[in-house]
């Protein structure tokens, strides 16, 4: 054969080797893109692993509460626990290490004396001292040092810094007492939110020197209103939209429209775009009574609000549209029967954990239970599981329960604490605090369970093993009611007590 034709026919063969090996790599690129990767296969294939045509990352949530989020903190912007329950599912805790051996007192505010003055309550006026339920402090990160804000029953707001317990700046006087838990702006703005028993919601700035007012909410702003002028919840800002709901018995959603002037200072310019009633027809006639107040911290989950009142309403509103001009609508009702002050707290499924009190002791009360997990996408049998507390009356949850690994922890007002199952609702453990009136809502950080009781002890105990009866590691005597809820933050604690002063515990 002439070598021309050799020639010829060595370039065709060579050809198809050549096409046939593209092909077949081809063919095999495109069946690992079909195959789930994992690490045996990325090291036996690591032109897959490097390929442009690899798929990309989930894209970013785009609704109000993403569900990745549960258990988390609240955003990225400012660190630490900045609103009650610390993001908006009231799932986060705060912060290790904690101390899991017996910590000393690190220091008390005041010093000496208390924070105590006269406040009236359905026509008795009575002094109280400290702070209670729920005044869980806002502990944070700002300018190189941690702060400690806190409003307390001597009718100011509180800005200590958290290594030595001394002002950072000057309280700042309200009207009244005030008995909820602060909120910390989330996205970075010197700014901080809290009620009071004197009618008003309040936006205080924080980079004046001196904490200054910007603007305040009235409880007479909305009609129709029942029950009184307190504001106990703590509020969520998401979006620059601020949620919260009042002791009038109203739910409000305020668009705050934030800002800097131009001398540098923070700004704000609040419309109050949308409110409804806790109450229907159907709860009047099912409960009676104008006891409608919401004393919870509203919570949030993707684009649905929660929240509760003083009738054991639970309700859903969507808040999709609210952007976009189109008012929330209600897509969820539960009656517990009896009072349901605790906060709703949500799991990364979407599943409502609600605590309820036992005080009427109604028919609708004793058959739903005290101890709840709800599932709202079947609004017509939403009941997963329900523990009942109706040993005594008063009975039942004031306490906001705290979620770990797989169960949920409640503590009764008689002083019991029980971890749930959250899948089943069945009891896995349970022990007893003494005192009575345990208010407090539990914290569970780094394997660590901290509750405190009404004759002034804090306690920790070792919950690593679910299943396992809680160990006791620790107990420290303070002196006083420990109704509010202790703030954990890098290996301290801080709390208040009804004799008169917040306390910082620490390992050192």
């Known amino acids: 054969m002439p070598r021309v034709v050799l020639f010829r026919v060595f370039i065709a063969g060579l050809l198809v080797l050549i096409v046939g090996a593209v092909a077949t790599a081809a063919y095999a690129l495109r069946n690992a893109d079909d195959k789930p990767s994992g690490p045996a296969e990325a090291k036996a294939t690591p032109a897959v692993a490097a390929s442009p045509s690899a798929s990309p990352s989930a894209p970013p949530f785009a609704g109000w509460s993403d569900p990745a989020l549960v258990g988390k903190p609240y955003g990225t912007k400012v660190q630490g626990l900045l609103t009650f329950r610390g993001n908006p599912t009231r799932t986060y805790y705060g912060q290790g290490p904690v101390p899991r051996t017996t910590p000393v007192q690190k220091w008390q505010f005041p010093q000496s004396g208390g924070l105590c003055s006269l406040s009236t309550d359905k026509g008795k006026t009575s002094e109280w001292c400290g702070n209670g339920w729920t005044g869980q402090p806002a502990v944070f990160e700002r300018e190189g040092r941690t702060w400690v804000v806190f409003g307390a029953y001597d009718r100011s707001l509180h800005f200590l810094d958290a290594a030595t317990g001394e002002r950072i700046m000057p309280d700042f006087k309200t009207g009244d007492i005030i008995k909820g838990s602060v909120t910390v702006d989330p996205d970075g703005f010197p700014l901080l939110y809290s009620g009071s028993r004197d009618n008003y919601y309040r936006v205080i700035a924080l980079d004046r020197g001196t904490p200054t007012e910007l603007w305040k909410l009235s409880a007479d702003a909305v009609k129709p209103t029942m029950w009184n002028d307190d504001w106990d919840g703590s509020g ?3 979006d620059d939209y601020l949620l919260e709901g009042g002791e009038n018995s109203q739910f409000h959603i305020v668009k705050l429209n934030r800002g800097y002037g131009p001398d540098g200072k923070v700004t704000v310019n609040p419309q109050l775009v949308f409110h409804t009633p806790s109450w229907d027809d159907q709860l009047l006639k099912d409960f009676g009574g104008t006891a409608m107040s919401i004393e919870n911290s509203v919570a949030v989950y993707r684009d649905t609000v929660y929240f509760a009142n003083s009738a054991g309403l639970v309700q859903g509103w969507d ?17 517990t029967g009896d009072d349901t002050d605790a906060s709703i707290v949500i799991d990364a499924e979407g599943f409502l954990y609600v605590g309820s009190e036992f005080e009427t002791g109604n028919a609708r009360s004793k058959a739903v239970g005290q101890m709840l997990k709800l599932d709202p996408s079947k609004p017509d049998n939403p009941v997963v599981w329900s523990v009942k507390d109706q040993g005594a009356k ?7 329960p705290a979620l770990y690994k797989d169960i949920a922890v409640y503590d009764t007002t008689g002083g019991d604490v029980l971890g749930i199952d959250r899948a089943t609702g069945a009891v896995r453990w349970r022990f007893h605090v003494p005192g009575g009136e345990t208010w407090q809502s539990p914290v569970v950080v780094d394997d660590t369970l901290f509750i405190g009781d009404c004759l002034g002890t804090m306690r920790a105990y070792d919950v690593a093993d679910t299943n396992a009866d809680p160990r006791l590691l620790w107990e420290v005597k303070i002196g006083g009611c420990i109704e509010s809820t202790p703030a954990v933050w890098k290996g301290a604690m801080y709390f208040g007590t009804r004799a008169g002063a917040i306390h910082a515990l620490s390992t050192s």
Do not use: D, H, N, V
Not at 319 to 335: D, I, M, N
């Open 394 to 400: 008063p009975a039942g949850i004031w306490g906001t």
């Open 319 to 335: 808040l999709s549209g609210l952007k976009e001009g189109r008012a929330p609508t209600r897509t969820f009702r539960f009656w």
């Open 236 to 238: 969520i800002i998401i």
